[in-house]
Nanobody, 117 residues
């Protein structure tokens, strides 16, 4: 099993910055990690992630504003969020996917980000 824990959410004004962190631990090897966003009343969507081949993938809405980084040795992933907008409000979930051939996905409980005046 894999245990995933997020941290770093909070309240920030529009135009501000936040940094989210995520740590994955457990008995299985982690291959890829990423961040997903669920706005109030909407489905969970990809924000930024490292793909299975190590590349980064960003949602169009965050390109140029958010940066994902990872420490492979520690199985941690961070999301630097700049120029935040009210529509960035919601719960941010960290996902960790194990190595193949049987890829398994594990999720954290999420951290709330509120962008508001």
């Amino acid at each position: 099993q894999v245990h995933v824990v997020e941290s770093g959410g909070g309240l920030v004004q529009p135009g501000g910055s936040l940094r989210l962190s995520c740590a994955a631990s457990g008995s299985l090897s982690i291959n890829s990690m990423g961040w997903f966003h669920q706005a109030p009343g909407k489905q969970r969507e990809l924000v930024a992630a490292f793909t299975r081949n190590g590349r980064t993938n960003y949602a169009d809405s965050v390109k140029g504003r958010f940066t994902i980084s990872r420490d492979n040795a520690e199985n941690t992933v961070s999301l630097q969020m700049n120029k935040l907008k009210p529509e960035d409000t919601g719960v941010y979930y960290c996902n960790a996917e194990t190595t193949g051939p049987t890829y398994r996905n594990f999720w954290g409980k999420g951290t709330l980000v509120t962008v508001s005046t």
